[in-house]
């Protein structure tokens, strides 16, 4: 059984009675950020469309108790191996993920990495950075800030919540990207896919609904295609591919056989601002043209630049 601590600091926090929109909150963001922690580690992505499966729901299941004498909400959960053995009976593809720890340390792990701003983390994306920052929402309650006691204890206050903020805008945008290697991998739970490059490199990624994922089945072990959106990391690394097609590379494809690097993160638009003086920018051109040539000597002077 593994534990982990809540507890709720600031004028509304008055022992074992809770507001109930202040429940509410809490007990809804508590949720979707756990079932997304385990969600990212064990398909690659931490939100997907539709229902959530059912394995899912068993294994993101816990118990709270609030404790008499403060605002401390008590939460309790098994092993993901004890609640959905089936499913975590062999090696994740987005991970590793040990079956032995249950949804609550997986949410501890991940919200750790945020904190820390750890940049190139496989634990957090952009959707679940955005449901670590709902936090902030039950400052309008009456929290000053919030403390998750997992082992260690990390503080959730308005000025950490605008940090993880600041986080998530590092993260590059999504862009188009085609990535050719040998599949390796296909995992048909998660409809997640793993390529080697012929760099030495992996490129791991899901496909989509529209793609027969049983008809890859074939293709283990060849070169093909995939091409779809790359997500990144704060870093700018790639984090996953969502490949809306994945097929038979043709005699060409290996001019895509290299990992996706985000356009957006290789240009900083404060180097293209500088400083204009006296001398420089506009200012040094400004009075420079002599205005009185010829268009003969005029083009004589371009073809000699030329």
Do not use: Y
Not at 93 to 104: K, N, Q, R, T, V
Not at 189 to 206: K, M, P, Q
């Amino acid at each position: 059984m593994s534990t982990l601590t809540l507890k709720l600091i600031g004028p509304a926090a008055r022992g074992v009675r809770v507001s109930a929109a202040l429940l509410r909150d809490v007990v809804n963001t508590v949720v979707d950020a756990v079932q997304q922690s385990v969600r990212l580690r064990a398909d690659g992505r931490s939100r997907v469309a539709g229902a959530a499966p059912g394995w899912l729901e068993r294994v993101s299941a816990f118990d709270i108790e609030i404790r008499a004498g403060s605002t401390e909400l008590v939460m309790e959960s098994r092993a993901l191996s004890e609640l959905a053995p089936e499913r975590f009976a062999q090696q994740e593809l987005f991970g590793p993920i040990d079956a032995g720890e249950s949804c609550l340390e997986l949410f501890s792990e991940a919200i750790d990495d945020a904190l820390g701003a750890k940049l190139d983390s496989d634990r957090f994306d952009d959707g679940l950075i955005e449901t670590f920052t709902s936090f902030g929402q039950l400052f309008r309650h009456g929290i000053d800030r919030i403390e998750i006691v997992h082992g260690a204890s990390r503080v959730l206050d308005k000025e950490r919540i605008e940090s993880l903020k600041s986080l998530r805008r590092q993260i590059p945008a999504d862009q188009q990207a085609m990535v050719s290697g040998k599949l390796d991998l296909l995992r048909h739970s998660s409809r997640g896919f793993e390529l080697h490059l012929d760099s030495g490199e992996t490129v791991r990624g899901v496909v989509g609904d529209r793609t027969d994922f049983q008809a890859l089945g074939p293709l283990i072990g060849t070169s093909v295609l995939a091409a779809g959106r790359a997500t990144f990391r704060p870093s700018g690394r790639m984090l996953r591919l969502e490949a809306d097609s994945v097929g038979p590379a043709g005699p060409n494809a290996s001019i895509w056989s290299a990992v996706p690097r985000s356009l957006s993160a290789t240009l900083d638009t404060r180097e293209l601002h500088q400083p204009q003086g006296a001398r420089s920018g506009i200012a040094a051109i400004i009075g420079q043209w002599p205005g009185d040539e010829t268009d003969e000597e005029f083009d004589a002077a371009v073809n000699a630049l030329s």
